[in-house]
């Protein structure tokens, strides 16, 4: 028995010796079959068509022609002749406000500015109509005695040289005529200098300010009957009749609408992309499928944090015939910055990058096949191929089983 058992262990030995080199044998066979079966791989094929590069953002709706009235002073709202979306003409009277106390403040300064006017006209003339009156009646008597003065000084000095006059008699004469033309003088003084600098001054700041407060007072009545300066559509009218408004108070809006400014926020990455007439799609979620064309009409002079972003404000002008595109309503905004037509297009997905060079994988057959390829314009989606393809070509985008795949790859599809 021992005999017998020994010669069954030594056989069961030399079959496992025999066999682990079979095994290893078909775990490779099995490998090399597992490597070389092919890969189920995603392809596109290489298109002639025309591509795009663009900047997506957002944007917001302004009228180009826009008026807005505030209240000139603290009031209430007498009348309101429109509402929100009525089409008004130009000169059209629009709402009213109370002007009872701008009107008493205006009569009032009215009257000091008469007040005021007549204070200057004295001032001017030399006196108020009584006192020059009476300046220019002494006047004339002071000429009249300044020149009798003058005469019978003249008749004494003859006389004296004749010998019938005194020395005297010429010297009390000589004394007269002082008198009369310093009386003169005080009297012309009077007339031409009888207000000094500062009480000039004073008459003059009194009437410009009583002439401001009369200015102010028309303003405030004026502004008060709100009329429209050109034919537009009130979309902004935040009163009512009876209601108070206090001063600076908004009072309503009116705009032209038939076109409209697009205020559009790009990334700043993307303001050096811009260029003076790129064109501009505009999109509303309000009316899907509808598309306002346009134009870049200004470029960013500078960026500003809006929210989270760092933005350059570019703007456009949209038709807005039919008034479907409202002030203040957010939009889409597609900025197209280069178009190149009939050109090869493949997924962006497709292009890959070896030491900053772009290839692909070309589907040859059963097997891929590197390309290297010089591209062009590209987008989120798309990138234009200059050369190293021709169209209808068919590339790898993927395997399906993400196993990766390279130059050689076997694939099925």
């Known amino acids: 028995m021992p005999l017998n058992g020994n010669s069954s262990g030594r056989r069961s030995r030399r079959w496992w010796v025999t066999a682990l080199p079979i095994l290893a044998a078909v775990l490779v066979l099995a490998a090399v079959w597992r490597r070389n079966d092919p890969v189920p791989v995603r392809t596109a094929i290489v298109e002639q068509t025309s591509i795009r590069s663009v900047i997506s953002t957002n944007g917001k709706i302004e009228p180009v022609s826009n008026f807005e009235a505030h209240a000139p002073a603290a009031t209430s709202v007498r009348r309101v002749l429109v509402k929100e979306g009525d089409f008004v003409r130009e000169g059209q009277l629009l709402l009213v406000l109370d002007d009872a106390d701008a009107r008493a403040q205006a009569a009032r300064a009215q009257t000091l500015m008469k007040a005021a006017q007549a204070d200057l006209s004295a001032v001017e003339r030399g006196g108020n109509q009584e006192e020059v009156l009476n300046l220019d009646a002494q006047l004339v008597k002071a000429r009249t005695d300044r020149d009798f003065a003058q005469r019978n000084l003249d008749a004494l000095k003859r006389l004296e040289q004749q010998g019938a006059a005194s020395a005297g008699e010429v010297r009390d004469?000589?004394?007269?005529?002082?008198?009369?033309?310093?009386?003169?003088?005080?009297?012309?003084?009077?007339?031409?200098k009888r207000y000094s600098k500062p009480e000039v001054a004073r008459v003059e700041a009194q009437r410009t300010e009583a002439q401001a407060t009369y200015d102010a007072a028309q303003e405030v009545v004026a502004k008060s009957n709100v009329r429209a300066p050109f034919a537009g559509i009130v979309y902004s009218l935040p009163v009512k009749p009876g209601g108070f408004v206090s001063a600076?108070?908004?009072?309503?809006?009116?705009?032209?609408?038939?076109?409209?400014?697009?205020?559009?926020?790009?990334?700043?990455?993307?303001?050096a992309r811009l260029a003076m007439g790129d064109p501009i799609e505009i999109t509303w979620d309000a009316m899907p499928g509808r598309v306002w064309p346009a134009r870049v009409t200004a470029i960013p002079s500078t960026v500003r944090l809006r929210g989270a972003r760092n933005v350059g404000e570019t703007t456009c002008i949209v038709d807005n015939e039919d008034l479907k595109l409202l002030p203040n309503v957010n939009v889409g905004v597609t900025i197209v910055t280069a178009a190149h037509e009939h050109v090869l297009v493949v997924p962006r997905e497709a292009v890959r990058?070896?030491?900053?060079?772009?290839?692909?994988?070309?589907?040859?057959?059963?097997?891929?096949?590197?390309?290297?390829?010089?591209?062009?314009?590209?987008?989120?989606t798309q990138v234009e191929v200059t050369h190293g393809l021709s169209a209808r070509d068919i590339i790898a985008i993927g395997s399906l089983n993400n196993k990766p795949i390279a130059d050689g790859t076997q694939v099925k599809f």
């Open 173 to 192: 004469a000589e004394n007269s005529l002082v008198r009369a033309d310093a009386q003169l003088t005080l009297l012309q003084s009077k007339q031409t």
């Open 248 to 271: 600076g108070d908004l009072l309503l809006q009116v705009a032209d609408l038939r076109k409209v400014l697009v205020r559009a926020f790009v990334d700043e990455p993307d303001v």
């Open 353 to 380: 990058m070896d030491d900053t060079r772009p290839y692909v994988l070309q589907v040859v057959g059963h097997e891929l096949r590197r390309r290297e390829v010089e591209t062009s314009l590209s987008n989120l």
